[in-house]
């Protein structure tokens, strides 16, 4: 039996059949204010306040920017009380260049890491010489991630364009979770849709509206797409 660790929002991990496969890579995409960042923060607290050792390996946002956008939702205020504790936030040296060898010397400096989330993927095709190139850092990032730890969660955009199942990221990872706008009631709304999940009975293209509110972060009503 697979065992599961959950993500934070109880209801995806109830149609996760208990939240992502252990030893998984996830990919979380999405547009820009889609709601990566504050799903990964809530990812990593849901295992501090179990104990789990987290990291938040970030390659944009400063540790200050982080914990900031954590003061404005309830739900997370918690992880200014977990962070130098079970949450460790490590930020990219700015001009250095960002190579799979750069991810594992990052995350080797924390041994026996739970739960990881990387911010974002898109950094690493920056510095790849070509699509090829690319391919092989994330396969050669995931296949460090999946022997060293429990489950990580890999940011990258997207911006909708395409069709996220036939991304480079997407066929590197074991699972995908998609966040985007839609226009419900003719108001614009986030939705969250799993599209991959290995090891994992699931409804696909089920796509199921995400609440950001100050209080918290949850999943409310279901539309197939």
């Known amino acids: 039996m697979t065992t599961r660790v959950g993500t934070g929002i109880s209801k995806l991990d109830d149609a996760l059949r208990g939240g992502f496969p252990s030893d ?14 504050l799903i990964a923060l809530n990812y990593l607290l849901a295992g ?50 960002i190579t799979p060898a750069y991810f594992t010397r990052m995350v080797s400096t924390y041994r026996n890491i739970d739960r990881l989330v990387i911010d974002n993927l898109n950094r690493l095709l920056i510095f790849a010489d070509g699509e090829n190139d690319y391919r092989k850092h994330l396969y050669d990032l995931s296949k460090h991630l999946r022997g060293k730890v429990k489950s990580s969660l890999l ?57 950001i509110t100050s209080k918290r972060i949850d999943l409310t009503g279901t539309t197939h797409v």
């Open 155 to 211: 940011l990258s955009e997207a911006d909708g364009s395409s069709n996220d199942d036939e991304t480079v990221e997407a066929f590197e990872s074991d699972g995908i979770v998609h966040l985007s706008f839609v226009e419900l009631e003719e108001k614009p709304r986030r939705t969250l849709t799993v599209t991959k999940m290995r090891y994992t009975d699931f409804e696909p293209r089920v796509s199921h509206e995400l609440s």
């Open 24 to 37: 998984s890579v996830v990919l979380l995409s999405g547009s820009a204010g889609a709601g990566k960042t």
């Open 48 to 97: 501090a306040e179990k104990g789990e050792r987290c990291v938040y390996l970030s390659l944009g946002e400063s540790r200050e920017e982080l914990l900031r956008a954590c003061e404005g939702i309830d739900q997370l205020k918690k992880v200014a009380k977990h962070e130098g504790k079970n949450i460790i936030f490590l930020s990219a040296v700015m001009g250095e260049k």
